[in-house]
């Protein structure tokens, strides 16, 4: 059995065998390290879905408006004295709140086209008006459901331009006019209203009675009390 094996093995000081040469142990310096964001931007094309898109886009309208707004002229930076409002009148720079001026620059103009208030308005009444007894079934509401019926009380066909003397011509009993805040209205049909009586209401006839009518009862409300008598506006004379 012994000699079998030495058959099959070979003899260690046999010199006919080449002998296998002893490995040797060869030390190699490591890969130089690469930075992975450079490859990957080496490596990641146009196409690439991860690469975000540019905002706003190349051709949009947002960088057309920039471009334009960037082009526009810029306005020009106003002073302050140019910001500030235009200094006020004279005469109402020295004014104090609550305290009437006697200047006549400031005094509210009245009369036909002004835009103050009428004197019914601002004036307190200097004494109480006197009523007089009226005849049946010409009371207030009796006026007011005269003025519904759908009667002509004004006796014109449209508003007219009055003058003081085309007024002055309207002073009779059958045929009365009067002015009241720069307004004509005929009188005529309210005479037998007129709580003071129609000998007091024919004081106004053919003239402006807003002063008249200012110091007996300046609490009416005249142009809802003769809105339906109406016949124009008072103006001057040419």
Known sequence: ????????????????????????????????????????????????DDVPPAFPAIN?????????????????????????PPPPLPGLAVRQPGVPSSSSSLAVPQGAGSLAPPLTTTKAPAKKSR?????????PLDWANLKKSGKDLRGVDQLMRVTPSMLKEHNKKDDAWSAFNGKVYNITHYLPYHPGGEKELM?????????????????????????????GFLVPEP
């Open 131 to 139: 009523k007089v007894a009226l005849a049946p079934g010409h009371g």
């Open 1 to 48: 059995m012994a000699s079998y094996l030495r058959s099959w093995l070979p003899s260690p000081f046999s010199s006919a065998e080449p002998v296998a040469p002893t490995p040797t142990i060869v030390s190699e310096p490591p890969p130089p390290e690469h930075d992975d964001d450079s490859d990957t931007e080496t490596v990641r094309g146009a196409d690439d």
């Open 203 to 231: 004081r106004v006839a053919g003239r402006d009675g807003t002063k008249l009518f200012s110091l007996t009862h300046a609490w009416v409300n005249v142009d809802y009390m003769l809105d339906g008598c109406l016949v």
């Open 60 to 84: 949009s309208a947002q960088r057309l408006d920039s471009a334009s707004s960037k082009a526009a002229p810029v306005p020009p930076v106003l002073s302050d004295s140019q910001r500030m």
